[in-house]
């Protein structure tokens, strides 16, 4: 079963840089995109980017774009979250996914579409 473990979360001042890692625990065919979430308190969680892995598309959220970057590392089968120009309304649990039926990007919300991480905290203070 595909695992994915999210690091690298801590607090941060505005105007701050974090970057966050997620490892997956294979290399599988069933993943079709890979993508990052985050939940602030008090919210519905939010999805930050979503791309296919075959490299079709990338789909960032207007409120990160400029500021978030995607990257990854197939060897390491990683993905990275490089958060610049940090704002607190940054700040909540990030969480990273992997796809195996998606829509723009991202899983679909169906049982089985897709495995979820922890999460890791982040925070952005003034």
């Known amino acids: 079963q595909v695992r994915v473990t999210e690091s690298g979360g801590g607090s941060v001042k505005v105007g701050g840089s974090l970057r966050l890692a997620c490892t997956v625990s294979?290399?599988?065919?069933?993943?079709?995109?890979m993508s990052w979430f985050r939940q602030a308190p008090g919210k519905e969680r939010e999805g930050v980017v979503g791309?296919?892995?075959?490299?079709?598309?990338?789909n960032y959220a207007d409120s990160v774009k400029g500021r978030f970057f995607m990257s990854r590392d197939n060897g390491k089968n990683t993905m990275y979250l490089q958060m610049n120009r940090l704002l607190p309304e940054d700040t909540g649990i990030y969480s990273c996914?992997?796809?195996?039926?998606?829509?723009?990007?991202?899983?679909?919300?169906?049982?089985?579409?897709?495995?979820w991480g922890q999460g890791t905290q982040v925070s952005v203070s003034s």
């Open positions: 791309f296919y892995t075959d490299g079709s598309a990338t």
């Open positions: 996914a992997v796809g195996f039926d998606c829509n723009g990007g991202y899983p679909k919300p169906e049982s089985g579409a897709g495995t």
């Open positions: 294979e290399n599988s065919v069933r993943i079709k995109c």
